[in-house]
């Protein structure tokens, strides 16, 4: 019997400097949407007046839309670089967002939790989309999108990873420290078999 996924939480990120995730995981409240969009290039060769071997170039592009009501200055200087002074957020022309990686929670009607890892991104900035207050407020979420990219040679060029609580061998805090990995050692987090205790 198949299954469908809905919802959207539990979304929090780390700021990867060279390929590993030195400080800790920082989660970001407010998840109204998110939007994740892999492309592979795929080419189909012919042969023998018809289609022969198709061809895959692998990933050729890693997007995540987010839509959170409120990215803090905390997170916009960690994702963008910016710098915060009494309490203004100051934003630079030459600004170059720093990479992240994320981490975000869709689940299963059976309530189990599918959850998805993206290793390595740059977000862009994002805009202010509001309107006057007329009766009942109705808030508009910041919208951001981050381009990924492999994470690097140590972990075989990975972009993506998704865990499934329907699978018995998954364990989040595997899953989690392979995605915040802190050292090569945390990029083995997969291979390694977790006590049950």
Do not use: C
């Not at 997007?63 to 990215?71: A, E, F």
């Not at 990924?148 to 990975?158: I, K, S």
């Not at 865990?163 to 998954?170: A, H, I, K, L």
């Amino acid at each position: 019997m198949g299954k469908v996924k809905f919802g959207a939480s539990h979304f929090s990120y780390g700021l990867v400097e060279d390929d590993f995730v030195p400080g800790e995981e920082k989660a970001l409240p407010g998840l109204t949407e998110v939007k994740m969009d892999l492309k592979n290039e795929l080419k189909s060769i012919a042969a023998d007046d018809g289609p022969y071997v198709v061809l895959s170039g692998g990933i050729s592009e890693a997007t995540l839309d987010v839509k959170i009501y409120d990215i803090t200055s905390d997170a916009r200087k960690d994702w963008f670089g910016i710098n915060v002074k009494k309490g203004v957020e100051l934003y630079n022309k030459n600004l170059v967002p720093n990479d992240i990686a994320v981490v975000f929670k869709t689940k299963m009607e059976d309530g189990k939790g599918v959850w998805v890892g993206m290793l390595k991104g740059k977000f862009s900035l994002p805009g202010i989309d509001t309107k006057t207050v007329d009766g009942t407020p109705d808030p508009q979420a910041d919208e951001s999108t981050g381009t990924f990219a492999p994470r690097g040679d140590a972990d075989d060029g990975m972009m993506v990873v998704i865990g499934r609580e329907d699978s018995e061998e998954f364990d989040l805090a595997s899953f989690k420290k392979y995605v915040f990995a802190k050292t090569e050692e945390d990029l083995k987090a997969l291979d390694e078999i977790p006590s049950k205790a």
